[in-house]
């Protein structure tokens, strides 16, 4: 009914920038939050940032200053900005949303993307 498609990660040096993409593909009538979750090897999923439906934030402390969520409404797409990446920022990022697909009155529901690699080098 619907799938969370993740672009835009790699291999980057300390000090560099990547942009992640996500859209929402298929039959989808409403998306509420939208998120990026990171999981490092070794750790637990953790909260990276999320952005509402209305467009309120919310950040890990860690990514606070280098790091910006933003999305489209109209392409359901959510995007992650990342400056100034650390090695420490090396992790499988995954996409989220929270949405409604298949019928128009279907209840919303958790989706998560495949998982992206992000690796930065000292």
């Known amino acids: 009914q619907a799938q969370l498609v993740e672009s835009g990660g790699g291999l980057v040096q300390a000090g560099g920038s990547l942009r992640l993409s996500c859209v929402a593909s298929?039959?989808?009538?409403?998306?509420?939050?939208m998120a990026w979750y990171r999981q490092a090897p070794g750790n637990q999923r953790e909260l990276v940032a999320s952005?509402?439906?209305?467009?309120?934030?919310n950040q890990s402390d860690s990514v606070k200053g280098r790091f910006t969520i933003s999305r489209d409404h109209y392409k359901k797409t959510v995007y992650l900005q990342m400056n100034s990446l650390k090695p420490e920022d090396t992790a499988v990022y995954y996409c989220?949303?929270?949405?409604?697909?298949?019928?128009?009155?279907?209840?919303?529901?958790?989706?998560w993307g495949q998982g992206i690699q992000v690796t930065v080098s000292s």
């Open positions: 952005i509402t439906s209305g467009g309120f934030i």
């Open positions: 298929g039959t989808v009538f409403g998306v509420s939050t």
């Open positions: 989220f949303a929270n949405l409604r697909a298949g019928t128009w009155d279907a209840s919303p529901r958790d989706y």
